[in-house]
């Protein structure tokens, strides 16, 4: 019997399980529920006082999906994506927290889930193949497996800028925001940062705010999300094609997103009719804006025919000619940073209680008690609000000190960039996952279809392991460092690294910059998972349980 075999059974040792999952977002909480499908024993350790991650933190005003809900939504299980109904296309926060508590609630996942403890420190043990995780109640406890389900964005950002900690008023960062109700009526806010959190929360905090003051350090492209109640009639439309809608966000499409697939390049038609395609897509609004044509993320040529079309977009909304100067992107590619989808961002600097500051050319110098210090001028405000992002995709991994194969850790094997096979193992660390890792399209895609393609396969290998006795598995060196090669080779096949980008590791000062999330499309990438675990997993090492006895005494 392995010793898989032999923790999962009812009267496992304390402390002992077969998988231990960090962080109970969605990844973590599908995790849960199909290695519970397997008969194994989880726990699963989540540092926030709920279920949910991504929505559990980031209560910002506007904080909404960018992907629209009845596809940013999971498909496991058809009765679940039939009866949840999306009040939105897109819904805001708290409707898509409610969700994750549904689903909480309805797979009875709380039982296997101990919220309010961060996991630590992770130590794998060579001798007994398995992995010693301690908490920061300062409980340790054993597993055969580990899965960081730890999320792409999960590390916000405070930005070091001096005397921060100086200003007497509050300040709230975007992706850690209070549960109370923040109400800024009749205060002057400051709101630094301009991607998605920063243009979401703009309008909505303008309404409130006395007087607001957003610093912009680059101009972002932002296409209108075209927001509106969803209708029953419509919820039915989708819900009856929905095995097609998933089949093609699986299979077929770059983003994980249902669209038309454009068969044309922008250079292929003239001035007239690609101005005529771009006011469409315009006018329903969305992220699909970018797929208008199949060679926007390739093409600087065509990429700028689009670009241009935004940037007189903005120059027509903006009624302040310098104003709308500063909101024009010009200095990376359309769609090469994470496109943000807006809701009256570029409308909002009409208001006459919107400033914008430039602070590329006249950077922030200091935060003062009570205001905000930029070119030599004092913006004064009674509230701050950072939008200034994250450390993505390896950040919250690297707070973990992971320890694999004689004693290595994570952090000093990924010093250079994160390197991993497929996104999902990292070789030196045995029978450690990560969902949506580097490596693997994560971030570009609709997350939720990424999330359940990597839960599946995990899941999958921990059946093939148990059902022929392996004890342990790990990424091979050579593959590992070929798919490497691989992820860098397609991104530099494309605009995305002409951006500094947080796909690039671009906004953290020091960090090496890697295009980390694997650009070949969802399609692809699923394909070759599927080949790989057809060839008996192809580039891993399977250790049998008796091989783990020889090796573990000899
Ligand atoms: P998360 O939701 O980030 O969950 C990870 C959890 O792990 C967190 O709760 C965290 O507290 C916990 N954790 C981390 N480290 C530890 C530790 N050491 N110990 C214990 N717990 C730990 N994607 C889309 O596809 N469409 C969208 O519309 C979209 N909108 C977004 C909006 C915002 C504001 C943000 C920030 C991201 C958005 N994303 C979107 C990306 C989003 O992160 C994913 O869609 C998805 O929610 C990620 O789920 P996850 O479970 O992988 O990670
Ligand atoms: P972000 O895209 O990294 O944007 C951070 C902003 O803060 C940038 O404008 C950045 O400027 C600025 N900034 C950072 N440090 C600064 C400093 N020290 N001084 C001045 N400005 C500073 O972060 P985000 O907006 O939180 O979004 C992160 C990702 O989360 C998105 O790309 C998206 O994937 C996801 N998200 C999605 C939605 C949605 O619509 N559903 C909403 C929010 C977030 P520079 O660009 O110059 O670095």
């Known amino acids: 019997m392995s010793a898989l075999q032999s923790v999962s059974r009812k009267d496992h040792a304390p402390g002992a399980y077969d998988v231990v999952v960090v962080g109970a977002g969605f990844a973590g909480m599908y995790m849960l529920h199909r290695l519970r499908g397997l008969g194994l024993t989880v726990r699963v350790y989540e540092q926030g006082g709920d ?52 689903v909480a609630d309805r ?44 999320g792409c964005l999960s590390n916000a950002r405070m930005p070091d800028i001096k005397g921060l900690s100086d200003f007497k008023g509050r300040v709230y960062h975007t992706g850690h925001w209070p549960h109370e109700r923040i109400d800024f009526t009749g205060l002057r806010v400051a709101v630094i940062g301009t991607g998605s959190s ?20 680059t101009a972002n492209f932002s296409i209108p999300a075209r927001n509106a109640p969803l209708t029953e009639e419509e919820r039915q439309a989708f819900r009856a094609k929905y095995p ?23 250079l292929d038609d003239g001035d007239n009719e690609r101005r005529a395609k771009y006011e469409q897509r315009w006018a329903r609004g969305g992220l699909t804006f970018m797929s ?26 903006v009624r302040d000619p310098q104003t709308a100067k500063l909101l024009q992107p010009n200095n990376h590619p359309i769609g090469s940073k994470r496109i943000c989808i807006d809701t009256d961002y570029f409308a909002t600097f009409n208001r006459p209680n919107v400033t914008l500051v430039d602070i590329r050319s006249n950077p922030i110098e200091e935060i003062l008690p009570n205001a905000v210090r930029a070119g030599g001028k004092d913006y004064e405000i009674d509230a701050l609000v950072l939008a200034t992002g994250f450390d993505a995709m390896t950040g919250s991994v690297a707070k973990i000190d992971i ?35 580097p490596g693997s399209p994560s971030v570009l895609s609709n997350m939720i279809v990424s999330i359940e393609q990597h839960v599946d396969w995990i899941s999958d290998c921990l059946a093939f392991m148990r059902d022929r006795g392996f004890e342990a598995m790990e990424a091979e060196r050579e ?14 096949t494309t605009l995305y690294p002409q951006a500094n980008s947080w796909y690039m590791g671009a906004n953290i000062p020091d960090k090496p910059q890697i ?22 997993y192809e580039g891993f090492v399977m250790i049998a349980a008796e091989q783990a006895q020889r090796v573990a005494t000899s």
């Open 244 to 266: 097609e809608i998933r089949r093609f966000a699986r299979e077929v499409a770059r983003n994980g997103i249902y669209t038309e697939m454009p068969d044309r390049g922008a």
């Open 107 to 150: 797979f009875n996942l709380r039982r296997d889930i101990q919220l309010n403890t961060r996991v630590d420190r992770a130590a794998f043990d060579e001798s007994a193949n398995s992995w010693s995780v301690t908490m920061s109640d300062g409980k340790t406890v054993i597993a055969k497996y580990v899965v960081l389900a730890t």
């Open 51 to 102: 279920v949910g991650g991504t929505w559990y933190w980031n209560r910002y005003p506007g904080a909404r999906c960018d992907v629209e809900s009845m596809q940013y939504s999971y498909s496991f299980s058809d009765e679940l994506q039939q009866q949840w109904n999306w009040s939105e296309r897109y819904a805001p926060q708290p409707e898509i927290l409610r969700y994750a508590n549904h």
């Open 479 to 492: 593959a590992e460092e070929k798919w490497v090669a691989h992820v860098n080779e397609v991104a530099h």
């Open 515 to 536: 295009f980390m999330p694997y650009i070949g499309g969802v399609g692809v990438y699923r394909q070759i998972c599927n080949g790989v675990a057809a060839k008996g």
């Open 403 to 437: 320890r694999g194969r004689h004693g290595q850790t994570l952090n000093q094997k990924w010093a250079e960039g994160p390197k991993t096979y497929l996104g999902l193992m990292s070789a030196g660390f045995p029978n450690l996952f990560i969902i949506t890792g």
């Open 198 to 217: 920063g243009i979401q929360s703009v309008p909505v905090i303008a309404e409130q705010a006395s007087h607001l003051t957003v610093f912009q350090r």
């Open 292 to 317: 208008v044509y199949n060679n926007l993320g390739l093409d600087k040529a065509a990429n700028d025919t689009a670009a241009n079309f935004v940037r007189e977009k903005i120059a027509e909304i």
